[in-house]
């Protein structure tokens, strides 16, 4: 079992902070050094090392040392995890969507106004006003 | 823009639009009764709906696996705009104190009406991890009996 209880809160809050997410595409395309991680950002070297460290903590990268340069890579488990937490609720929210469509087919439409209902049940996307 | 690509992995965004009025579908989201006819998953669910339909009020949904399993989802109502906008805490009883947050928007779209969920997550920063164990529980209990019946 992978230690998914404690990183999916950590992965939230390490991907809260934009440099940290341009960080995170960075790595995206393959593994990097700090300096190079550090160059599209206007802040200080203590900086980035430290927003380095909260994405390490959260399990997100990996650094390296290798002779006198710093190597990052991205781990992809807890984000992975992140997904699948939108996952079920996307899972969960499609099936309740689904339910409350056959509510409203079952239980017609109120009495009290007359609809025409010829609509069918995929009404189009696009936004049409009434005068 | 790919920044928020990644930012959006914190929330869910759904809609659907339905051959119905905007007054008709906020009542079956608000209506208790209603509420309990439609707000189980699958036909294997049942769903009983305690609503207290007012700004910092509770709501509590029961839902009851025909096997037995019996999850709870309870909240506080933040935001009530009959028929338009709905907003409310979102939690899975024996989960996290943690809650997470539901905007319903309901736009209407000519005759028919556009539900848009906004399932956000995390609205207290402060001591989750210490109750993540329950609420990752409840997750995957909620991932098993969905997968079973889907």
Redesign the interface.
Known sequence: MVK???S???T??A??D?TR??I??TLQRGHASVTELARPHDISMPAILKHLHVLEQAGLIEQKKTGRVRMCRLTVAPMQH??D??S??????????D??????EQTG??KT?K?E?K???????H????S | M??AA??S??S?V?S??????V???FK??TDAN?LG??????DDYTTKANVDLRVGHEYRFTITHKGGNVHTILGIYRLIEPPRKLVYTWRWEGGPASDTLVTVDF??????T??T?T?E??TN?ED??KH??G??GC?NR??RT?TTVA
């Open positions: 998914y209880s404690t999916l809160d950590t939230f809050s991907l809260s934009p997410r341009t995170l595409l992140a997904a937490w939108l079920l609720y996307r899972v969960f929210w499609e099936n309740q969507l339910a409350l469509g056959r509510f409203l439409p109120e106004k609809q209902n609509l069918c049940r995929k009404p189009p996307s936004p049409s006003r009434r | 790919s920044q990644v930012a992995q914190s869910l759904i659907r639009t339905y051959p119905a009025s007054e008709r579908v079956a989201w209603q006819q439609w707000f189980a998953p699958t736009t209407p779209d000519g005759e028919a556009k539900v969920i399932h997550q995390f920063t989750r991890d993540n164990e609420w990752q997750l909620l991932q969905l």
